[in-house]
């Protein structure tokens, strides 16, 4: 057994999760009913990954600003910048694509019950109290803004603490660091039972009349990946930016689309990052903040589907108007993670943008609800896998600099 389990292990992780794909697939499409039982695979995945990130995320941070040193470089603004400049372009490629390939749709009912915010002060003002919160709470409901303030109080306050006090901290950072580990080595199990699950309960079939519009939504997605990104990347470190891309996309990506949480994502980009010998002191703050704020992919969400409405009413978008929501769905989309329903509920918003009626707007979160089985995944993978690649970027800038 140790032999089979040492074998396994010398597979790289990329090449493993790949085989519990397809065997998820295989058992999904032949033997779905003999083998529900390892959907459970998915969800304890799942589950351990959302458990680990907060307390990772709070301790992570902690010990980073704690030992951290006055002058010492963190690229944090060169990355924050990073991830403004990838969700504005995103937006902005969504409505060149929208414009390009219009798409009209047709609008039933599905999303009444829900509830939209009101307006950007509402999204910025759920962001703002979300800081406050009380950080028992902002664990228990994995409140990344909360616990990410609270471990940089904290973390500032334990500056000058004892070095006994910072040396538990840094224990305590590696050992849930190392739970992480452990947990990310079985993700081809969680990833096989995740891909069952999607296509045993979900199929595509549902997807099938609203193939233009997933073809505009997940075609910006790739461009956004696939080029923006890299035009991005290479603008700051000179060189060909597809090795760190692809990955990125690869090593983050795959998790992150089959988990289609963010959060859940974190253990594993703090991995890649560590893989990919970056510093901890950047990172530890740095992932946690990007999956809260860079939400490239939640701004071509809000942007495609918003036009969609827009198309599909007949109503003209001069230059000015389509400049102003990219520009909203950009802002709206860093807000996302703070508003029950995440980008899709942000459309009434942008939407209002035109003089849509509400009822007909959440029509078409409706149909986001429908297509949300590939949309939701993809806009996660762009969002997490992006999280290291500005990360690293800005790392490998600032080292170029300095060369």
Excluded at 152 to 160: D, I, M, Y
Excluded at 344 to 365: E, K, R, T
Aim: glycine residues 8%; aromatic residues 6%.
């Amino acid at each position: 057994m140790k032999n089979i389990i040492s074998k396994w292990n010398q597979i790289s992780l990329v090449k493993r999760i790949l085989m519990g794909l397809i065997l998820g697939v295989i058992l999904a499409l032949t033997v779905p009913d003999t083998f529900s039982g390892v959907t459970i695979f998915g969800s304890l995945f799942v589950g351990a990954l959302k458990a680990l990130a907060p307390i990772l995320v709070l301790f992570l941070v902690m010990h980073a600003i704690s030992k951290n040193r006055s002058g010492h470089q963190t690229n944090i603004k060169s990355i924050l910048v990073l991830y403004g400049l990838g969700t504005i372009l995103a937006g902005f490629v969504g409505v060149l694509a929208s414009f390009i390939f219009p798409v009209s749709l047709s609008l039933t009912p599905g999303a009444e019950d829900l509830t939209p915010p009101g307006g950007i002060l509402e999204v910025l003002q759920t962001l703002l109290l979300n800081i406050v919160d009380n950080p028992v709470n902002a664990l228990l409901n994995a409140n990344y803004v909360g616990i990410l303030t609270w471990a940089v109080l904290l973390g500032v306050a334990l500056r000058n603490a004892s070095d006994s006090t910072k040396n538990v901290l840094a224990n305590f950072s590696e050992a849930i660091s190392t739970i992480v580990k452990w947990v990310i080595n079985l993700a081809p199990f969680g990833i096989m039972g995740l891909v069952f699950e999607a296509i045993v309960a979900n199929g595509l079939t549902a997807l099938l009349d609203y193939g233009k519009l997933l073809i505009v939504l997940l075609g910006c997605m790739f461009v956004v990946a696939l080029v923006v990104n890299p035009i991005i990347v290479f603008m700051y470190i000179r060189k060909n930016p597809y090795p760190l891309v692809l990955k990125c996309l690869r090593e983050s990506g795959i998790t992150a689309f089959f988990t289609r949480s963010s959060a859940a994502n974190i253990p594993v980009n703090m991995k890649i990052c560590e893989d990919l010998k970056l510093d901890k002191n950047t990172y530890s703050v740095s992932i946690p903040l990007g999956a809260t704020i860079n939400m490239a992919g939640a701004a071509v969400t809000i942007s495609v589907l918003t036009l969609a409405a827009v198309h599909t009413l007949g109503i003209q978008v001069d230059f000015g108007t389509a400049l102003i929501l990219v520009v909203l769905s950009a802002v709206s989309a860093t807000g996302a993670s703070g508003v029950a329903g995440g980008s899709l509920l942000l459309i009434p918003l942008a939407s209002s943008l035109f003089g849509i009626p509400n009822d007909v707007a959440m029509q078409v979160v409706g149909v986001g609800f429908i297509i949300g089985v590939l949309q939701d995944s993809c806009e996660t993978a762009l969002n997490s896998s992006s999280d290291v690649l500005f990360t690293a970027t800005a790392e490998y800038a600032n080292i170029r600099k300095e060369g």
